[in-house]
């Protein structure tokens, strides 16, 4: 098994390897790594956006002629479906066809092509109340591993479930270089993101990944998040404003760059390409302070 997790009393003997400050959490084989891949992980408040994001990036990534992997870590498994057309089968759901012997897998029975030759991963969960999803993820990399398909892999985007909330999910923050947080311009969606700062300060005291930057997603303004950039030392990379055909291509099992285009939907492309552009060229890590729960409350709103 590629994850253990580390009794407490061990970690007070020392023997153990505590993940940030004060906590246990999953923690993957440091054998199972993925490569020379660049590595994004995308994260955000529930709903906000992260799998059209992460789906469109991914084109982007393509479209610059980058070999890219997506590997969605929802039970939803719908992370891909703009990309495939359709709601694949998990990583969990496949191992339990076989009893979790991985060597009677194929490659096609869990990865599957997407737009633009992008190859697509639903990493899946476990049931609810019966598991961790860090196990979820370190088993998914592991599989990959196991049939080389991150070798000639040139970007894998991480598009992770919700807030971070536990260290199962904060999981593939510790194979990103890069972590990225869709946020919109509201008071929820900031404060998910500020706990999330705290999650990825805590991850990069043992791992190599490093805040990227800020996608304002659904923002047609962006005077909060501003406000809050400004104030731990976050830096928007990217906006997307809130235009109907982005809903619009998630209904039609679309990516943005497969819908009719229109001059808004073109401005939203190439926001794309540039963001694709910037982070494939590499961006300086940003070293944050998240801010108490309380000092959120004062700072945002209008004045």
């Keep these: 098994m590629n994850v253990a997790t580390v009794p407490v009393s061990e970690i007070k003997r020392g023997r153990g390897r505590t993940d940030g400050e004060g906590s246990v959490q999953v923690q993957l084989d440091p054998s199972v790594k993925i490569g020379n891949a660049k590595v994004f992980a995308i994260y955000g408040k529930g709903g906000i956006g992260k799998s059209t994001t992460s789906s469109n990036l991914s084109v982007a990534f393509s479209k610059l002629g980058k ?68 196990y979820v993820v370190g088993q998914t990399v ?13 970007v894998v985007i991480f598009d992770v479930l919700g807030d971070v909330v536990c260290g199962g999910f904060a999981a593939p923050l510790q194979h990103a270089d890069r972590a990225l947080i869709v946020t919109a311009n ?22 190599n ?26 830096k928007t990379m990217a906006r997307f404003p809130s235009l109907d055909v982005i809903r619009q291509s998630r209904l039609k ?3 943005l760059f497969e819908m009719e285009e229109t001059p808004e939907l073109l401005a939203v492309q190439q926001e794309y390409m ?30």
């Design 142 to 154: 592991k599989l990959l591993k196991e049939h080389h398909l991150l070798d000639e892999t040139d």
């Design 209 to 234: 990944v490093r805040l990227g930057g800020v996608i304002a997603n659904r923002s047609d303004a962006t005077d909060q998040i501003d406000k809050f950039n400004d104030r731990v030392g976050l």
């Design 274 to 303: 540039r963001l694709a552009a910037s982070l494939w060229a590499g961006t300086d890590p940003l070293i944050c302070e998240a801010m108490k729960d309380r000092d959120i409350f004062d700072l945002l709103g209008f004045d």
């Design 67 to 134: 070999r890219v992997l997506q590997i969605g870590c929802d039970p939803k498994h719908d992370s891909t479906f703009t990309l495939t057309k359709k709601l694949v089968p998990t990583v969990i759901d496949i191992l339990e066809t076989v009893d979790f012997h991985s060597e009677e897998l194929r490659v096609e029975d869990f990865v599957f092509e997407g737009y633009n030759g992008v190859m697509c991963v639903e990493a899946g969960g476990p049931p609810a109340g019966t598991g961790c999803g860090g």
């Design 253 to 255: 099992k679309a990516t």
């Design 186 to 207: 509201d008071f929820d969606s900031i404060f998910a993101m500020n706990r999330i700062v705290q999650a990825i300060a805590a991850k990069s005291k043992n791992y």
